[in-house]
């Protein structure tokens, strides 16, 4: 019986009932997050939905206290995890008059990335496939070659990945 209304309602296996209540609560009547197209956490921000694309299996904000700003759009890859409090920011400000957003490019995260907990991703970052960001890492310049483990502020390789593992694994994730 569980297992039917998880598939009526599109619930993912992984997340309790109880999130997906609550999240009905503070989405739908509430209206916080309304304009996300997945079950957010309701301790978590998405600003300018509209802006945020996502890849399959990818539910940016269903972790606690995650804060996304899309104002210049933040693409995430397929099968992408995003750890709790993490910040994703596209958009600064004016460095004289605070109160103006400067224009800035998008930030685009991979496929089959993870971002730990507390990490922070600044405006035109660009991460490629298979970047694993370590727990309180800011990312201030992009890392578009992937397959790669960064941390530390601001955050540096401190180890590469094995591509041809990464891209069979990749391989049997999207038959």
């Not at 992984?14 to 739908?28: A, E, K, W």
């Not at 904000?61 to 700003?69: A, E, R, T």
């Not at 103006?100 to 995260?109: D, H, T």
Request: hydrophobic residues 40%.
């Amino acid at each position: 019986m569980k297992r039917f209304i998880r598939t009526i309602f599109g619930m993912r296996s992984d997340m309790s009932i109880s999130f997906y209540m609550i999240d009905l609560i503070f989405r739908r009547i509430l209206r916080q997050n309304a304009g996300v197209a997945w079950a957010v956490h309701h301790t978590s921000t998405v600003r300018c939905p509209e802006r945020l694309k996502a890849g399959l299996h990818t539910y940016p904000g269903d972790s606690p206290g995650v804060y996304i700003s899309a104002y210049n759009g933040v693409e995430v890859g397929d099968y992408t995890n995003i750890g709790p409090n993490v910040s994703i920011i596209s958009d600064n400000h004016n460095y004289i008059d605070n109160s103006l957003p400067e224009r800035a490019g998008p930030v685009k995260i991979g496929k089959f990335c993870w971002l730990g907990a507390h990490v922070t991703i600044l405006p035109e970052v660009k991460l490629g496939d298979f970047t694993i960001v370590g727990a309180g890492a800011v990312v201030t310049k992009s890392f578009e070659e992937g397959y790669c483990v960064i941390a530390g502020n601001p955050a540096k390789i401190i180890k590469y990945l094995n591509k041809e593992s990464c891209i069979s694994f990749a391989g049997s994730k999207e038959k």
